[in-house]
């Protein structure tokens, strides 16, 4: 299946996509712009936030919570934002992607600017207000998502080019690492949603795609993308019956791909599963 492109390329470096009710539809991030996007009636809003702005989450209470260049920031209902203290301070690494836990944390994980091997970490940020390094070693932290019953954490380290699957323990968080399947021919994974069928959608970041894999890491299905850089791929829509997808400037030669930076949309005949919120 082929996806249909929805906005002219209007991101350097889109990214997150994210569709909560309480938002009125999908936001995603420009991610090194530092703008949150939001579709609204066939228009797009651009809100600037910081200097990275790299992932969000609705709060249960209203508003979002963010993941910014070097640690988080909440969003009130009324939109305000509040940084949170910064949680590390060299400037060569920045946040990138993240996502909600059954029990209502944040996490979000990061990368160097320089790609340096093994120099990121995934942090999680708990409704009080802590902040845990739930991972070490990590190149490009990127995709995450939970099973429906919160047994199981999808997870992608762009760089080995497999999707990862953990045993998820609440107290004991991430364990028992294992390949649910290597992308074949050089494949790079990047954001990564899980629908209402148990099966994990993958962007693959330099293949153009978005594959859907079982829980048994069998190849079930591939959207086409009309633009090279795909970066990630959320539910949303009324019904949580369109995929959106999203895609990146970043290191493009836009005379040769002109569509990169649009946002994307597929009919895949499956459904996903309403978003994870921040009990925060």
């Known amino acids: 299946m082929r996806a249909e492109q929805i906005t002219d390329p209007i991101a350097y470096h889109g990214e997150g996509p994210a569709w909560s009710p309480s938002w009125g539809g999908l936001r995603w991030v420009d991610m090194l712009a530092g703008d949150i996007l939001t579709l609204r009636d066939e228009r797009v809003d651009r809100r600037h ?73 995934l942090y999680r940020l708990s409704p009080e207000g802590r902040v845990d390094v739930m991972l070490e070693g990590v190149t490009i932290s990127n995709g995450l998502e939970w099973s429906h019953d919160g047994s199981l954490a999808y997870y992608n380290d762009t760089p080995t080019g497999q999707i990862a699957v953990f045993d998820f323990d609440p107290d004991r968080g991430l364990r028992n690492p ?80 002109p569509l990169a930076g649009a946002l994307f949309v597929a009919e895949v005949g499956v459904t996903g599963m309403p978003l994870r919120e921040f009990a925060g």
Not at 55 to 64: D, S
Not at 195 to 202: H, P, T, Y
């Open 49 to 121: 936030i910081s200097e990275v702005v790299a992932a969000l989450r609705p709060r249960r209470g209203g508003g979002a919570v963010l993941g910014l260049e070097r640690g988080f920031a909440l969003e009130s209902p009324e939109g305000h934002i509040t940084a949170l203290p910064e949680v590390w301070t060299q400037s060569d690494i920045r946040m990138n992607e993240g996502g909600c836990d059954p029990e209502g944390n944040f996490w979000c994980g990061s990368m160097a600017y320089d790609q340096s091997p093994g120099a990121a970490s």
């Open 178 to 257: 294992r390949a649910l399947v290597e992308l074949p021919d050089g494949g790079r994974p990047d954001g990564l949603t899980v629908d209402s069928e148990g099966c994990v959608w993958a962007a693959v970041v330099n293949r153009g795609a978005v594959h859907r894999y079982r829980p048994d890491g069998t190849l079930d299905g591939t959207v086409e993308v009309g633009a090279g850089k795909v970066t990630a791929c959320a539910f949303g829509g009324d019904n949580l019956d369109r995929l959106f997808i999203t895609t990146s400037q970043e290191n493009v030669d836009t005379a040769a791909d």
